[in-house]
């Protein structure tokens, strides 16, 4: 049985978020990427994995290299379920600084 991991959990995990920071700007082989942390080497296969079943990172072979990159498409549609809450707290915070510059303290 073949499950799907959930994205927002998979980008809940602050390592995994520093993963798809890296390959954001270019393509990482998996070792290139774990250099990058102080932990064990299928620590960071297995976070890896995670990204690539949420279909958040995308893999290419080149050779007997496997490169990391991200796929954008993805990334767009959780940019796009997200925009609508950012923009509902963005009006309220919005809203709380008119009141708090307009607020004057009882003497």
């Known amino acids: 049985m073949n499950l799907r991991r959930d994205v927002f959990q998979?980008?809940?995990?602050p390592t995994r978020r520093a993963i798809l920071l890296l390959v954001a700007s270019?393509?990482?082989t998996?070792?290139?990427?774990a250099a990058n942390f102080d932990t064990a080497r299928p620590t960071v296969s297995k976070h890896l994995q995670i990204l690539t079943a949420c279909d958040l990172l995308e893999q290419k072979q080149e050779g007997r290299e496997i490169y990391y990159y991200i796929n954008a498409k993805k990334m767009k549609d959780v940019a796009d379920f997200i925009e609508p809450f950012r923009e509902?707290?963005?009006d309220?915070?919005?809203k709380l600084e008119t009141i708090m510059?307009?607020?004057?303290p009882k003497k």
């Open 30 to 33: 998996a070792g290139a990427i």
């Open 88 to 90: 509902m707290w963005d």
């Open 92 to 94: 309220r915070f919005n």
């Open 101 to 104: 510059k307009n607020y004057t």
């Open 10 to 13: 998979a980008i809940a995990d």
């Open 26 to 28: 270019q393509s990482m």
